[in-house]
């Protein structure tokens, strides 16, 4: 599996009430627009799975297989044309106070596919990243 691994996010909330918004996928509805539609299309949210495009590897659906309480939120994939799983990391900073976000992506890739998506796959971890660290966490 190759790993790909976001930058890392500071958000000005608890790791509870960002692991809480998370865990509700309803939640960032509100967040669309930090979503790039020039790398990330068709986005539907639903409590405990999304929809989105990412073109030319299409439609995929996303949704979490294991919630750790204020930890990490898993999620899985059964459609996708790669076999990968995605990982919100989500650690306290500053006694608590502050969190730390970053996204992981485990991908089982093909050489071939790998040296063609390499590029878009690192882009779409650091956009995901990005954008649920500019949500508001209220």
Known sequence: MTLYKSDIQLVDSTPQLVFDTL????????????????SIQDVEFHEDKCLFSIPPLGKIELYIQEKIPATAIRFNSDNAPIDFHLIINIEPMDEGRKTQLQVEVHADLPQMVKMMFNGKIQQFVNQFATAIGQIHYA
Do not use: K
Not at 23 to 38: A, V
């Open 23 to 38: 865990s509700d996928l309803r939640n960032l509805e509100n967040s669309r627009h930090l979503i790039p539609e020039n």
